[in-house]
């Protein structure tokens, strides 16, 4: 017998080995059967998705959840067009995945080729890097260089697009090691001139905040930015991405910022002399009204993109780096600092301006987030779709554990919750995972049910049901009038049956005095998936809220009794 | 834009030039074109060409839009895997060339005056028909804008411009 020739095909699963890959999330298709074939012999284990964009969030989820490159497969066409909406949400949250596309054979592109389509043409705007490899003997050059990209300085998704003859037809290269990208630098330290600078301003501000983001979390900044905290005696407030970097629990953290913050957060930034972001990009969601974002404070941005520098604010001083790098090089530059006066300020804050919510009145997703807190002690992972649920998950849920929060902030991609549940229970499968996710996001990607339930992957989803979209219907309740258009999810299913249909156990809580025993239920249920939904009352708002476009100091407490303009400043 | 074409429309738009070194992979055209327009910005002329390394380009970008926005545009560009880096000329005194073949319909009496013109501008006639001429020019765009400018009058065919490319001066990188 003839021995066995190496494809293309072959030689790509291979290099994915050799680049450590546990899991492909994919769905098959012609163009990209000879990978899937190559799959068969592999120790690479494959994830059958039931729809694209699943693929990708979960090569998100698991992303997001370990810092390794999550991996998916689709084919060509409406494979390849289905993973758009999940780059993009990798894009705008530097998550480094890489997608795998199937494509139609070299002399047929651009042939309106049974589905062929412009895949590296349609994602340009959406990617850190692409490649469509047209020679089979690129592929561990392109391979290696897209871990490296996906991974490296600021992250983000990589699109490889493979031609069906390129991946059957023979590969004889070499495995390749070394990278030779002569125009992607990776900053690492920062110049220590600047850092030198940033820390004489830290140890002259009176009322200091340190502003973390999702670069904190990704460079695993956490540690040294308490250490920090604790020696200049700064409160620390992060972004909606930048949860879990350090623990939201630590007695100088106010918790979240921006639209949906805490007051206590918000009014720190609000009358703070001195604003550090460490790995934040100063997104509209935390600036408000950019004229008058801390106009009298210091500014320093720590980035380890430079593109963010003066793109939405203009620092006093900009430090290109790695976050835990610069982060452990101000350190010792710094001496204790005394800020009681301001912490107390702070702390008046956080005892006249808690977050609450009605006890009364029907069962309250914030209720519901309150003990699913206690339940995990705010050991799980957890992830969210994107709605109101989320700003409460964000809220209620205290998140201790770098990579213990997973959501898609920038993209604000509804689907995305449960699927990167998924991929994070296959990341870290002794971890107890939680979807967080409303009843319209929730119904984008519910067909990955069946691949959890398939794998018995213990991940659990709550569903905060409240038969609207939610967040648009507030918004329409402060800002139109109460005219709702198209935010009523009549004919939603009812969820605990159709959980039962795809062989998940579920659980539905109706009254508050049910929520302890069921969230407990579910957390210890390891046989497989389960969905806990939680029927809500249906016209609820998140508080506190700054209005888009408004400056902070234009936060509402609560419901206002007079009418609201629109939003003009930001959608 | 051109001056000529800025006093036509009474739109006054800041132009700017870029070079860019770019690594000759495919797609890297697209990508920079993408970086100005969904920034707004407009591609005045862009010129492409083998760079004396092997396996790179340069591409010189003239360009207009909001200046503020130029600083995230270079960035982008910078940011860019296949572009190696990206320089702002725009203020430079760096030496700068551009070419353009224009076409002008004429009779035998207009001949001698547009030939006077061309003389004076060091433009060559490079095609000489019964009713046309096609002339050539080469210099800093102001200069080539001067001469379209003077030439208005007459019957002005075809204009094909190469775009400005330009060099840093001495020591200084492109």
Redesign the interface.
């Known amino acids: 017998m003839a021995e066995k020739i190496t494809t293309g095909a072959d030689k790509l699963i291979q290099c994915l080995e050799r680049e450590g890959v546990e899991y492909i999330f994919g769905l098959s298709g012609g163009a990209a059967m000879p990978i899937f074939d190559a799959l068969v012999e592999s120790k690479i284990k494959l994830v059958l998705v039931r729809h694209e964009q699943g693929a990708t969030h979960m090569a998100d989820g698991y992303a997001r959840a370990t810092g390794r490159p999550g991996i998916a497969l689709v084919t060509s066409g409406p494979g390849a067009t289905n993973t758009v909406t999940g780059l993009m949400t990798a894009h705008m949250d530097s998550a480094p995945i890489i997608v795998l596309c199937g494509q139609q054979i070299t002399p047929m592109l651009g042939k309106d080729a049974f589905q062929e389509a412009d895949v590296t043409g349609i994602t340009y705007a959406v990617v850190k890097h692409s490649y469509l490899v047209k020679d089979a003997s690129d592929i561990p050059r392109v391979t290696r260089e897209a871990f490296h990209l996906a991974t490296s300085g600021r992250p983000g998704p990589i699109l490889i697009d493979l031609p069906k003859d390129i991946t059957q037809g023979p590969c004889q290269a070499a495995f390749v090691d070394e990278i030779d990208l002569p125009g992607y630098t990776i900053p690492a330290r920062g110049r220590p001139e600047l850092i030198a600078a940033a820390a004489e301003k830290l140890q002259a501000s009176k009322r200091p905040v340190l502003y973390i983001g999702n670069g904190a979390v990704i460079s695993g900044a956490g540690k040294a930015v308490v250490s920090l905290a604790e020696k200049l005696r700064a409160p620390m407030v992060n972004t909606l991405l930048g949860k879990g970097a350090v623990d939201e629990t630590h007695p100088l953290h106010l918790g979240m910022l921006g639209m949906h913050g805490t007051a206590y957060a918000n009014k720190a930034v609000v009358d703070c002399d001195l604003i550090m972001a460490i790995g934040a990009r100063w997104d509209d969601r935390i600036t408000g009204k950019l004229d008058e974002f801390c106009i009298d404070a210091v500014k320093i941005h720590i980035d380890i993109d430079p593109a963010e520098f003066n793109k939405m604010i203009r620092p006093d001083i900009a430090i290109e780096g790695d976050a835990r790098l610069v982060v452990e090089d101000l350190l010792p530059l710094v001496e204790a600092a005394d800020t009681e006066e301001w912490l107390a300020r702070c702390a008046r804050w956080r005892r006249q301006y808690p977050l609450k919510y009605p006890r009364q009145g029907g069962l309250r997703a914030q209720r519901v987030l309150d003990v699913l807190q206690e339940v995990t002690g705010g050991q799980a992972i957890i992830t969210t779709d994107v709605g109101q649920h989320q700003m409460w998950a964000a809220q209620f849920l205290k998140t201790k554990l770098n990579r213990h929060w997973i959501t898609s902030g920038g993209a604000g991609t509804m689907g995305f919750g449960f699927p990167a549940a998924i991929g994070a229970q296959f990341a870290r499968p002794k971890e107890k995972v939680w979807a967080v996710v409303g009843d319209g996001g929730f119904q984008m990607t519910l067909s990955e049910l069946a691949t959890a339930a398939v794998h018995k992957l213990p991940v659990k989803c709550l569903i905060i049901n409240n038969n609207f979209l939610g967040m648009v219907r507030q918004w329409q309740e402060m800002f139109f009038e109460n005219r709702l258009s198209g935010v009523k999810l009549e004919g939603n299913p009812d969820f605990v049956k159709l959980a039962q249909a795809y062989g998940v156990k579920a659980w539905r809580i109706k009254r508050s005095a049910d929520i302890q025993r069921i969230l407990q239920a579910a957390h210890e249920y390891d046989e497989g998936p389960c969905v806990v939904c939680a029927d809500v009352v249906q016209e609820d708002n998140v508080f506190p809220m700054i209005p888009a476009g408004a400056p902070l100091s234009g936060m509402l407490i609560e419901k206002p009794k007079q009418k609201l303009e629109k939003p003009t400043g930001s959608t | 834009m051109s001056e000529a074409l800025q006093a036509a429309t009474g739109e006054v738009r800041n132009l700017h030039t870029i070079s860019l070194f ?2 000759n992979r ?2 890297v055209l ?2 920079v074109a ?1 970086v100005f327009s ?1 920034r707004g910005y407009n591609i005045e002329s862009l010129v492409v060409s083998p760079a004396a390394k092997g396996g790179f380009s340069r591409m010189t970008i003239t360009c207009s839009g909001a200046s503020e926005t130029l ?2 545009i270079i ?2 560009l ?8 990206a320089v702002d000329h725009t203020h430079d005194c760096a030496y700068e060339t551009e070419i353009a073949l224009l076409k002008v319909a004429c009779s035998s009496a207009e001949r001698t005056e547009i030939l006077q013109i061309a003389e004076h501008f060091g433009a060559k006639v490079v095609d000489y028909g019964t009713d046309s001429l096609m002339l050539r020019v080469f210099g800093a765009s102001d200069k080539l804008d001067a001469l379209i400018a003077l030439l208005g009058p007459f019957d002005l065919v075809e204009l094909v411009r190469s775009g400005k490319i330009l060099m840093a001066r001495a020591g200084a990188a492109t």
């Open positions: 770019v690594h495919p797609g697209v990508r993408l969904r600083e995230q960035k982008q910078a940011k860019l895997v296949d572009v190696v880096h």
